[in-house]
């Protein structure tokens, strides 16, 4: 009797899954049609992209050092702020620079004085000797006199042009209009030679510098038009391979291409990360399946996307995706070539929808 009840009970669990799973049938049987609008994950008409890593940066751009030790007297410019062409930027305390020029004028004062007389000497012995009053060497030891009064008095004008243009490296002046993007010292801090103390970008002029890998740097091409990617701005910029490195000698087996960005009227500032989309001559090893960004399904970890069965129906497929090449994504497994993928829907969309494919 007790195998017999448990048969029974068993049956009447078959029998209510069986009305359970005939009810959601009929319910999606019932359900209107969802109205789709598809797409066909066609590898052939996707170009394969070379994509690298880099950084914006200004095309016209200077870091200011001195060449002078000394204490700062004032920074007159703050981050951020517009220049002009010749505008002082900073002051270095130039007391023993001035010290020193006032020296070198004293010298050539001097010298001067001597050289003045040392002509006037030369020109009357010149004078005596063709009256035949003066020697042929009383005439030279003159010459020699105004010769060295001569190479005295320019070796002061010398010294003195080479103080004078130290004042360029006390007097730090704009190279260019542009605007202040850093400083790194203040008022009082001490001056090294060489240390960076300002920069200054000039506007509007953008290039982007990547890294290529050393397998692909032959297919980059300089004069190719490529997309460079801001994700922080969410834009995709045109530019223009400008240079090419020809060397990675120093930079890691990591060959720099420069690429220009044209006008735009996106608000770009120097050092925003960016990805540049190198087109790249199709071959049966770079051929990739591309899909809309939009088209996506996200539940937790997981990418998914809704794909079209024959019999017009709604089927959730789960995506192994790859790199973000702008509003596309590489599917690496899930999705095969021509196959049909929803893009958008005008409601809310489950495994085994029927479909109302929109043309």
Known sequence: ????YTSLFFTAVLALSSCGNASEENKIDKAPAVAVTVNAANAQNNTPFLTASGKIEATNSATLSTRMM???NK???KVGENVKKGQLLVSINNADLSAKRAQTTANITEAQAAFNNAKKDFERFQNLFNDNSASQKELDDQRARFKMAKARLEGAKQMKNEVQSQFAYVNLRAPFNGVVTNKFIEAGDMANPGVPLISVEGPGNFEVTASVPETEITKIKSGSEVQVIVKSLNKILPGTVSEVSASANKTGGQFLVKVALDKT???IFSGMYATVQFPIEKTAETTTVLVPKKALIEQGQLTG???????NTAILRWLRVGRSFGEHVEVLSGL???ERYIISSESKLYNGAKLTIKQ
């Open 1 to 4: 009797m007790k195998v017999l």
């Open 305 to 311: 996307i809704y794909t079209v069965s024959e019999r």
């Open 75 to 77: 920074v007159h410019v």
């Open 70 to 72: 000394g204490f700062v």
């Open 265 to 267: 009227d996106a608000e």
């Open 336 to 338: 095969a070539a021509d």
